[in-house]
């Protein structure tokens, strides 16, 4: 008999059709009666695939009594309650670097569109205004200074990329990693202060919560910009909004919000504001490759081998 899974949130087509080749699965944000399916598989799946967005709410980890593996369709867990699945010993996946190109290359293209206002570009043309004049002078990014907060697997690559743009690179982390070529700030404020961009790529956690303080924003100034390509958790939302609706912050580049998908009305009329998504890891070739991580890691817990990148 095939393995019971159950499906929290949709996939890719070609990767929902793998699952359901090997295992047999129950989709559960399609189930009319979610708790009359957990009530029927709650003895028998023992394993749930998900993302980083959904996660699994403690209620149905709760339900599901023969859990073995959660499977995250993403390389954030922080919807996961890692402690909780280490005392029931459930196995706890991600898809850790195979998406570190297409979320910094996603940072990189904000910081581009933020200081050289691609987007209102677009839309002066697009109106017809520019035979009746000039849109006007723009910022550049060539020897401008960026820190980085969170220099992890993503932030290395979106340090090189700024490397080769002429820029100058700084990070705030956990502790100083001796052999990267970055400058390292013990203190956030104190790099918010010196650089004119902050790009943040840390992990969603109870630690990171709210540690892009109002103090941090009001550092990085009214010539300085926000990046955030990490989770909306991070940055104190309320006090972004106040500081760029002021002017005491520059702008913000952000794929990511507090409370998705509802974003703040007050950021969609500004001017200094560019938004996404969450569309960090949303390339065609890079969903495929996290795709194929969920598959090979179920596929090796359920043949008892290592998992590929396990997360507990």
């Given amino acids: ?8 949130a949709p996939m890719l087509e070609s990767v929902e059709t793998r699952l359901g080749e090997a295992y047999e699965v129950h989709r559960l944000w399609e189930a009319e009666d979610r708790d009359a399916l957990l009530a029927r598989i709650g003895g028998t799946a023992r394993g749930a695939v998900t993302n980083g967005h959904h996660g699994i709410a403690p209620a149905v980890l709760e339900r599901l009594g023969a859990l073995e593996i959660v499977a995250s369709y993403g390389v954030g867990y922080d919807a996961i309650d890692i402690a909780a699945c280490k ?27 933020l200081c050289r206002r691609i987007p209102q570009a677009d839309a002066w043309i697009r109106a017809g205004n520019w035979p009746s004049g000039s849109l006007g002078l723009t910022g550049e990014l060539t020897g ?6 969170g220099l992890g697997r993503i932030g ?17 982390g956990r502790r100083e990693q001796p052999f990267e070529p970055f400058t390292f700030y013990a203190d956030l404020a104190a790099m918010a202060r010196d650089v004119d961009w902050l790009v943040v790529v840390a992990p969603g956690t109870a630690e990171t919560r709210g540690i892009v303080s109002r103090k941090v924003l009001e550092a990085l100034g009214p010539e300085g ?18 500081l760029l609706a002021s002017g005491a912050l520059g702008g913000a580049a952000l794929d990511v919000f507090a409370d998705e998908p509802q974003v703040p009305e007050a950021l969609l009329t500004m001017e200094n504001v560019v938004l996404s998504p969450h569309q960090g890891s949303a390339t065609r ?11 090979r890691n179920l596929a090796a817990h359920f043949a008892g081998d290592p998992l590929p990148t396990p997360v507990a």
């Fill in 156 to 172: 290395k690559d979106i340090a090189r990329r700024l490397q080769a743009m002429k820029m100058r690179v700084s990070y705030h």
């Fill in 285 to 295: 070739k890079t969903r495929a490759a996290m795709g194929d991580l969920v598959v």
């Fill in 144 to 149: 401008a200074h960026a820190g980085i907060l």
């Fill in 1 to 8: 008999m095939k393995p019971v899974l159950v499906q929290i």
């Fill in 225 to 242: 910009a926000l990046v955030n390509v990490a989770r909306g958790s991070i940055v104190d939302e309320p006090a972004l909004v106040e």
């Fill in 87 to 113: 005392a029931r010993g459930i196995r706890v996946t991600n898809t850790p670097d195979v998406l570190n190109d297409a979320v910094a290359e996603l940072a990189v293209g904000l910081m581009i569109a």
